[in-house]
């Protein structure tokens, strides 16, 4: 809004001082706490009436309270200044609650809007981590209480931070170890859970194997590489053994038959 509409609004309002505005405010709480609705009307109030979507709940005018539903299932009350209490809210007291604030003369002085949200607290997240080769792979999760319940998550090592909003479960891939932080929260709760993650142990032993395989192979190599040589040597000493008998027994039989 630019500072035009800004002194337009304001001289409306001098123009018409009668004219109310309707607020709409946000309102969490967690299950089994209580809650207070207030109302932003200023001075004293004479007709105070509060409704859940619009289903009237009671009412206070000239200081005596009317109920409209049954007040232990309600389990609400009204104070002299208009504020709703609620007692122990579960998830079925969400809506939309409206108040509306007259004065005596009958002339409206009031009207807010509220969406009042119950929701669970958060429950405790589970952080995990399995160390694949040269990376960690950290997973934050939820257990969920009930069906369709998401939080945000958050995962954190050092500076760098991954978030995840409506989400029961967030993983985070990284090629270093240290200390991660995950965090889960709703509009009423928050929890964290630490731990220091170190795979440079598991990431020695695979080199250590790979190490380890490579030396095996080459002895294995080398083994074969002599015994092949070694044959062949053998080898050829047998064809020239053979060559100088057949040899020798061509000179006897040449040597005889020139005698003969």
């Avoid at 009350?77 to 604030?101: A, C, M, P, R, W």
């Avoid at 270093?176 to 929890?191: D, H, I, L, T």
């Avoid at 190599?221 to 060559?243: N, P, Q, S, T, V």
Wanted: hydrophobic residues 40%; contains cysteine; aromatic residues 8%.
């Amino acid at each position: 809004m630019n500072f035009r509409r800004i002194f337009l609004v304001k001289c409306l309002l001098l123009l018409f001082p009668s004219v109310k505005c309707s607020v709409t405010n946000w309102f969490y709480v967690a299950v089994n706490e209580s809650a207070l609705l207030s109302i932003a009307a200023a001075g004293s109030v004479y007709d105070v009436t509060w409704v859940k979507d619009r289903k009237r709940l009671l009412q206070l005018k000239d200081r005596k309270v009317k109920y409209y539903v049954n007040k232990e299932q309600c389990r609400c009350k009204i104070f002299l200044n208009g504020t709703l209490h609620i007692e122990q809210v579960v998830k079925e007291d969400s809506g939309q609650y409206t108040v509306t604030v007259y004065e005596q003369d009958g002339k409206l002085k009031a009207e807010e809007h509220t969406m009042f949200i119950v929701q669970e607290p958060v429950p405790q997240p589970i952080l995990s981590a399995e160390c694949m080769n040269k990376t960690v792979s950290v997973k934050c999760e939820v257990k969920q209480k009930t069906k369709n319940e998401t939080f945000l998550i958050e995962v954190t090592q050092d500076k760098s931070k991954k978030i995840q909003k409506n989400a029961t479960r967030l993983e985070l891939h990284t090629r270093y170890s240290g200390a991660f932080r995950c965090v889960v929260k709703n509009q009423v709760s928050e929890k964290m859970v630490e731990k220091v993650i170190n795979c440079s142990g598991q990431l020695d032993l695979y080199l250590i194997l790979s190490i380890a395989g490579g030396v095996v192979f080459f002895v294995i190599f080398m083994i074969l590489l002599i015994y092949c040589i070694r044959r062949k040597k053998a080898e050829r000493l047998e064809d020239d053994g053979k060559c100088l008998r057949l040899k020798h027994l061509c000179f006897m039989l040449l040597t005889i038959h020139l005698n003969s």
